[in-house]
């Protein structure tokens, strides 16, 4: 029979002891006040303090939001990360951090829906409560929306990543940018010109930026669709999440049926949008990670609408 094995147990010090071997020492006296109305607040010092600041707020708050689409599925929970700011003259010292949280969460508690209503209003009384002219948020979330395969009806979650960006200006009133990066499947002119048989492709990034019209009803029509669309009708291919054989044939044949630079998706997204009324500018960025080259492609278009209409004027 083994004899059972006995393990010395180590005697440790008190969790007392411990934090004190670890460098934790008892609280010293309390002379500063611990009431807020007692408290100095430097963030609202008002002095020459050299500079106006173009913007001071935080980024990178991560927070549930609600995504409303007219695809499926119509209503999404994910997470969005935040960054909210307003200028500051040089007459003060700083802005109060808290109050950007503060705000958020109270929202929250009354549902956050992202829509650009919620955040045109969101703005504005940020910019109130901070006693400012002007207010900034910006938010960044995977949408999400059901891709069918071409051929079998079968069905899988696609996404494309979201940045919207509002801004309140007492006078200038609100400015929305809105942007969509999409992933699409790109085959080669070139590969498909020279060679006796096949060509290579690649996976494709659209990334596009636009500024809405003032009169942009949300309501009537979902702008991520839009984008989406501009993106994936212009490359060789869609992708799709879920791909039986014969859906693999007509997408592939589909692919090579339809060749494109990435020159070529970047003019043929453009001019989808030069034709969508409720974009003032735009700019649009393809990036194709060449399977047969060490390199990236590259290409970006950059148009503002209004301004190039004066022009010709």
């Not at 949300?218 to 993106?231: C, F, G, Q, V």
Request: proline letters at 4%; hydrophobic letters at 35%.
């Amino acid at each position: 029979m083994d004899k059972a094995r006995t393990i010395a147990k180590k005697q440790l010090p008190d969790k007392a002891q411990r934090h004190k071997l670890f460098g934790s020492v008892e609280p010293g006296p309390r002379t500063k006040p611990s009431k807020k109305s007692q408290m100095a607040d430097l963030q609202n010092t008002k002095k020459d303090f050299l500079f106006d600041l173009d913007a001071v707020g935080i980024a990178n708050v991560k927070h549930p939001i609600t995504i409303a689409s007219n695809q499926e599925p119509k209503t999404q929970t994910t997470i969005g990360t935040f960054e909210f700011s307003s200028s500051i003259e040089k007459s003060s010292k700083g802005t109060n951090m808290s109050r950007f949280t503060e705000q958020l969460q109270e929202f929250y508690q009354k549902g956050l829906v992202i829509d650009l209503k919620t955040l045109k209003g969101f703005t504005k009384n940020l910019a109130e409560r901070l006693d400012q002219k002007d207010s900034e948020i910006k938010v960044q979330f995977p949408w999400f929306y059901e891709r069918r395969g071409p051929q079998s009806g079968l069905s899988g979650m696609n996404h494309a990543d979201i940045t919207i960006r509002v801004k309140y200006d007492t006078e200038a009133g609100y400015t929305i940018e809105v942007s969509l990066s999409s992933l699409v499947t790109t085959l080669c002119p070139c590969s498909k010109e020279i060679s006796e048989y096949s060509a290579h492709n690649q996976r494709g990034e659209v990334t596009i930026t636009v500024s809405l019209a003032e009169d942009f009803d949300e309501e009537s029509m979902d702008w991520k669709e839009w984008l989406l669309d501009a993106a994936e009708s212009n490359a060789s291919a869609r992708l799709h999440p879920v791909l039986k054989r014969p859906d693999e044939k007509m997408v592939t044949e589909h692919a090579y049926e339809n060749p494109r630079f990435v020159e070529d998706l970047a003019r043929l997204v453009a001019a989808d949008l030069y034709e969508m009324s409720f974009v003032n500018k735009f700019h649009v960025h393809c990036r194709n990670e060449e399977s047969i080259h060490m390199h990236d492609a590259v290409a970006s278009i950059t148009y503002d609408k209004l301004q190039s209409e004066s022009q010709e004027g």
